[in-house]
Nanobody, 125 residues
Framework: QVQLVESGGGLVQAGGSLRLSCAASGRTFRSRGMGWFRQTPGKEREFVAAISSDGTGTYYADSVKGRFTISRDNAKNTVYLQMNSLKPEDTADYYC??????????????????WGQGTQVTVSS
């Protein structure tokens, strides 16, 4: 089992930055790929970024490539999402997730079995 708690959301002006954190508990965190997703009302939860268990592989949605950076600190059981050059269309609830399979990493919801409760990000124009 993996428990996940996100933090770091808030209100920021367009062009600004935020760093989201996801604190994990559970012995298998270090063996799992991690992802960030986001969702707005009435829309499907969409993939944002993912990182492999050892941090050497990172993957991004085209909409955030070059602006967002995912990273992890396995010693602290934490994964981060650094968000720069934020746009109003980045406004959403952001969720972190842990892969369903040990060693796996995915760019789709089906690859993840554990989810946090979400943190809200609002970007004003």
């Amino acid at each position: 089992q993996v428990q996940l708690v996100e933090s770091g959301g808030g209100l920021v002006q367009a062009g600004g930055s935020l760093r989201l954190s996801c604190a994990a508990s559970g012995r298998t965190f270090r063996s799992r790929g991690m992802g960030w997703f986001r969702q707005t009302p009435g829309k499907e939860r969409e993939f944002v970024a993912a990182i492999s268990s050892d941090g050497t592989g990172t993957y991004y949605a085209d909409s955030v490539k070059g602006r967002f950076t995912i990273s992890r600190d396995n010693a602290k059981n934490t994964v981060y999402l650094q968000m720069n050059s934020l746009k109003p269309e980045d406004t959403a609830d952001y969720y972190c997730a842990a892969s369903a399979n040990i060693g796996g990493v995915a760019a789709s919801r089906g690859g993840y079995a554990y989810w946090g409760q979400g943190t809200q990000v609002t970007v004003s124009s």
